[in-house]
């Protein structure tokens, strides 16, 4: 018998003689997990859920007229600057010599946009005034849990998308801010939001590239600055949300790290062919 179907043998085409489970082998491409490796990587979902909490509860404290919009811009102002200088003081500048972006281009870009922001500001303050406030608050959930799902957190899969994740979030800040007493509340939370939803994650991702341990204190502090911020709104709420960090961050690393050892997947001679010959030269 011979492993072939372009010639006549006196055996069904299905035929397989002793030899056939020798190929047999199991969790050839299983990954071997470490739980303190696993706890790092799951920081950067914790940061995302940490932004949209702080993010909802800035729109409240400002919806119920506890945070003006003088004191927000002033404090997102003074952090996008400190942030700013972090950004290039971790790797000592070698991203923004590598991209060849001036300071001068972002400084552009961000009066630009501060300006655009500001001009449109009363259009985005009336935009739904014809929309209900369930259906404004209903869309918000939506667009930031579509957020939260696109968004890119390091993985190589075929749902993430970063501009996709971003634009529902910026979405979600229009609906809300449409809903703030002010022209000027409405441009204070366009602002922070593209400030948290954007500027936030680059300065995440280059700190976690580069200084791990600063990544790790950084995510603590700042997930605690979210309960802290969340415990004044509502003590029940801050308890679910740490609860849910505390499974994120390490329940289900140590779930993942188990299943792993009950994979079982079998690769053999009955798997699909692959072509592993340069034909580049038939075509």
């Known amino acids: 018998w011979k492993k072939v179907l372009y010639?006549?043998?006196?055996?069904?085409?299905?035929?397989?003689d002793q030899r056939f489970l020798e190929e047999l082998r199991k969790n050839v491409h299983a990954r071997q997990y470490r739980y303190q490796a696993v706890v790092f990587q799951s920081g950067a979902v914790v940061q995302q859920l940490c932004s949209v909490c702080v993010f909802a509860l800035t729109w409240w404290y400002m919806d119920a007229g506890m945070l003006s919009p003088q004191g927000l811009f002033g404090a997102a102002l003074v952090s996008s600057?400190?942030?700013?200088?972090?950004f290039d003081a971790v790797d000592g500048g070698a991203g923004r010599w590598a991209s060849?972006?001036?300071?001068w281009a972002d400084l552009k870009s961000t009066l630009v946009f501060t300006a655009f922001t500001y001009g449109f500001s009363p259009v985005l303050k009336?935009?739904?005034?014809?929309?209900?406030?369930?259906?404004?608050?209903?869309m918000s959930a939506l667009m930031l849990l579509g957020h939260l799902i696109f968004f890119d957190y390091g993985a190589n899969a075929a749902i993430v998308s970063s501009t996709l994740s971003l634009n529902m979030a910026i979405f979600a800040s229009v609906c809300l801010a449409s809903r703030l007493p002010r022209a000027l509340h409405a441009f204070v939370m366009v602002t922070?939001?593209?400030?948290?939803?954007?500027?936030?994650?680059?300065?995440q991702k280059k700190l976690k590239a580069r200084t791990p341990r600063c990544y790790v204190g950084v995510t603590v502090l700042f997930a605690l600055a979210a309960l802290?911020?969340?415990?004044?709104?509502?003590?029940?709420?801050?308890?679910?949300f740490a609860s849910l960090l505390l499974a994120i961050s390490c329940l289900c690393p140590y779930c993942l790290?188990?299943?792993?050892?009950?994979?079982d997947n079998i690769h053999g001679p009955w798997d699909e062919a692959e072509i592993k010959e340069d034909l580049s030269r038939f075509l």
């Open 7 to 16: 010639e006549r043998q006196p055996f069904p085409d299905n035929y397989v």
């Open 192 to 203: 922070f939001a593209m400030q948290i939803f954007a500027l936030w994650p680059m300065l």
């Open 257 to 263: 790290i188990r299943l792993q050892l009950l994979k």
């Open 126 to 138: 009336t935009l739904t005034e014809s929309i209900s406030t369930d259906t404004i608050y209903a």
């Open 100 to 103: 060849g972006r001036t300071r």
């Open 81 to 86: 600057l400190l942030g700013y200088v972090l």
């Open 228 to 240: 802290a911020g969340l415990a004044t709104v509502s003590s029940v709420g801050a308890v679910l």
